[in-house]
């Protein structure tokens, strides 16, 4: 079917219909793909309803010429449509890209204010003329919804960490929770998953993706989203600073408030709309920031450790973090028991080391971790620290671009090589079981303070499934631990 979309609007058959992998969403992506230089993204979704709604947003959000993808075919059944390509670079991709200290550079901190600042026209303009009966499953942000994902994480997450608590003590504080929630906001469009994750950069802008869940709701709740998101682990600083610019992009739009005497514009007294609502906000932003740890936290838990999916356990400890930070500076007065069970949920261990994070600040590790490629025709590499070396893994097995005359000049850390390694996929299979076997040799090494770390990886030439590997590892180990990381391609 959406081989006769792209055919409908192009007039040919796509020459490639590659498969692009998603994250917790059971939506199935598809890049189409025609020369010269044609490329739509597809999309096969299995709820009509969800469908209808994305549909309605995007063609409503860019009739008033909001950054999201243009919708270019659909099909009658509306199982199926075709999407502009905004590319593969995520605001999440730019933001983990940090220096030793992980800090943010100007034009990183530049791209998260314009995303903010779009955030808020998304939210005002967008709300402008929506009708809201379309969204899906639910038009409104109301108690009901906020009492499922409170206990969606009652059940995937405090009971699968054996947290022990009082049934009908911590139901009295879920109530409370939604009555601060839900009492008095500035409302809008809320868009409900908003990250770093679904936010594209093309050509220098964001783009906003995957909206299908938005509705009629509080504004906060999206700012708390994005600002908090576990695994983008923003400075406090940075927090503060965007949520200024958030703000003041909020007052100049003259968003709708409902009046009501718990909500604060700013992060500060002297930033944000300056009135008595304003003077309040600051107050029920920590409210929204727990209400949505804990609702990524059920999804950790219930994909994690339900599904065992590795992308979402990896999280937890970031989502932990956050939420220990959350219970330490804010006394959450309305919730006390609630307040309580997390403290005491927060110091079980197991939630740190079984995938460990880097902290800010740290001492910087002792834990030196080599990781070469190289070629099996010239040898192993030789092991530089004396203590014998350590993993050796064989990428052979996998497809291999030196085949082909197009890929021959090229090497692992080009972009047409590293699209045909993860369009075949073997290697994002092969290094997920790379992963699970180096992070536990990490995560040991630092606890006996060892000093050094050997990993390997081999293939024919040592120039592309190699490369490719070695490279991917070493950021890996750089975003999750507190180690120095040393790449060298020997076959270079």
Wanted: aromatic letters at 14%; one cysteine or more.
């Amino acid at each position: 079917m959406l081989a006769n979309l792209f055919k409908s609007i192009i007039g040919k058959e796509p020459e490639a219909i590659i498969p692009i992998s998603g994250s917790g969403s059971n939506r199935r992506y598809y890049r189409l793909q025609c020369s010269p230089n044609i490329s739509y993204i597809g999309v096969e979704g299995t709820s009509v309803e969800e469908n209808k709604a994305f549909l309605y947003m995007a063609d409503h959000f860019m009739k008033l010429g909001l950054p999201v993808p243009k919708v270019v075919a659909k099909s009658k059944d509306g199982r199926y449509y075709l999407q502009q390509d905004l590319g593969d670079t995520s605001l999440f991709d730019i933001i983990k890209q940090r220096n030793a200290q992980g800090d943010l550079s100007e034009y990183q901190l530049c791209l998260l204010e314009k995303t903010v600042r779009q955030l808020a026209h998304i939210q005002t303009e967008g709300n402008r003329g929506f009708d809201y009966s379309v969204c899906y499953p639910q038009p409104e942000f109301d108690r009901r919804t906020v009492m499922w994902d409170l206990n969606y994480f009652k059940y995937c997450f405090l009971k699968a960490t054996q947290t022990d608590f009082l049934e009908n003590q911590l139901e009295d504080d879920f109530e409370h929770l939604a009555d601060c929630l839900t009492k008095d906001t500035f409302v809008g469009f809320m868009y409900r998953d908003c990250q770093a994750r679904n936010i594209m950069v093309f050509n220098g802008e964001p783009y906003f993706i995957d909206f299908q869940g938005g509705r009629k709701g509080p504004v906060l709740y999206d700012i708390a989203s994005f600002l908090w998101q576990a695994k983008a682990n923003y400075p406090q600083e940075v927090r503060e600073r965007l949520l200024s610019v958030y703000f003041d992009e909020l007052q100049s739009l003259n968003l709708h408030y409902k009046a009501g005497p718990h909500y604060d514009a700013g992060p500060n007294s002297d930033a944000g709309p300056q009135s008595d609502a304003g003077q309040n906000l600051k107050q029920s932003l920590p409210y929204f920031v727990l209400f949505r740890t804990l609702q990524v936290l059920g999804a950790y838990g219930f994909r994690g450790y339900f599904e065992r999916k590795s992308h979402f356990l990896e999280s937890i400890p970031f989502a932990i973090s956050n939420l220990r930070k959350l219970l330490q500076n804010n006394d959450f007065a309305e919730i006390p028991y609630l307040k309580k069970v997390l403290e005491a949920m927060v110091k079980q261990p197991f939630l740190d080391n079984s995938y460990l994070q880097k902290a800010e600040p740290t001492v910087p590790s002792r834990l030196c971790v080599r990781v070469f490629s190289f070629s099996f025709k010239k040898g192993l590499p030789q092991d530089e620290s004396g203590n014998g070396g350590g993993f050796v893994f064989d990428c052979r097995a996998i497809h291999n671009p030196g085949k082909y005359a197009e890929y021959k000049s090229l090497t692992g850390k080009d972009e047409p090589v590293i699209r045909f390694l993860e369009n075949n996929g073997e290697i994002l299979t092969f290094l997920q079981s790379v992963y699970a076997l180096v992070d536990k040799s990490v995560a040991r090494y630092l606890e006996r303070g060892f000093t050094d770390l050997m990993v390997s990886f081999g293939c024919t030439g040592g120039q592309h499934r190699s490369v490719y590997a070695a490279e991917h590892l070493a950021g890996h180990l750089k975003d999750k631990f507190n180690v120095n990381v040393v790449l060298k391609h020997l076959a270079q």
